[in-house]
């Protein structure tokens, strides 16, 4: 499993702090020269991880990111982590920008895709999604199809499944990190 940490850059350092919370692989799209080829890495890499997670700082500069996630959001938003950081270092979101910020993140949600305002709950939420990327035995596929909620300490609480074929006919508890279609022992998984 594979994370996209695309976002803020202009030196912002929520990348340097995130990445040792993450118990999997990650892309980092940051280079110190950004060339023709480094943005076709990244085009792939948003495509194929995972995850792609956005985090928008107050040293943002461009919008794109904000169009990115959004879009991200309609298309894929099972794949979807938005992060709104109301400071980065020294600066911080007026409360114009904030309010106008907290609506992209409603809107996120809404869509689909989790939204959160601190790393450490996002990178809670994206190990607990590698916990739970399991061997469906029902579709004999990797079961990646879960919306999730995290309980008031960030631990995994509820998963909803969400594959095709049985939308809303299974949810349930998953704190054992069992897809909701498996039905053999709890030791299997």
Not at 110 to 124: C, E, Q, W, Y
Request: proline share 4%; aromatic share 8%; net charge negative.
């Amino acid at each position: 499993m594979k994370v996209f940490l695309g976002g803020t850059c202009n030196e912002s350092t929520w990348r340097d702090k995130l990445i040792p919370m993450l118990d999997i692989e990650y892309f980092n799209p940051v280079v110190d020269d950004w060339t023709p080829n480094c943005m076709a890495e990244e085009i792939k890499q948003r495509e194929t991880c995972d995850i792609v997670l956005y985090v928008i700082t107050p040293k943002m500069t461009g919008m794109y990111s904000i169009a990115e996630v959004v879009d991200d959001s309609n298309k894929r938003p099972e794949k979807t982590i938005l992060v709104i950081l109301r400071e980065d270092e020294e600066k911080r979101f007026d409360d114009g920008k904030w309010r106008s910020l907290d609506a992209i993140l409603q809107m996120v949600g809404r869509n689909g895709g989790s939204v959160f305002t601190d790393l450490k709950s996002a990178a809670i939420n994206i190990n607990n999604q590698a916990k739970c990327q399991i061997k469906c035995p029902a579709l004999s596929i990797e079961c990646i199809h879960y919306k999730y909620q995290l309980d008031r300490n960030g631990d995994l609480d509820i998963c909803f499944c969400n594959h095709p074929e049985n939308t809303d006919k299974h949810e349930g508890n998953c704190t054992k990190c069992l897809c909701p279609l498996w039905k053999g022992d709890e030791d299997d998984g």
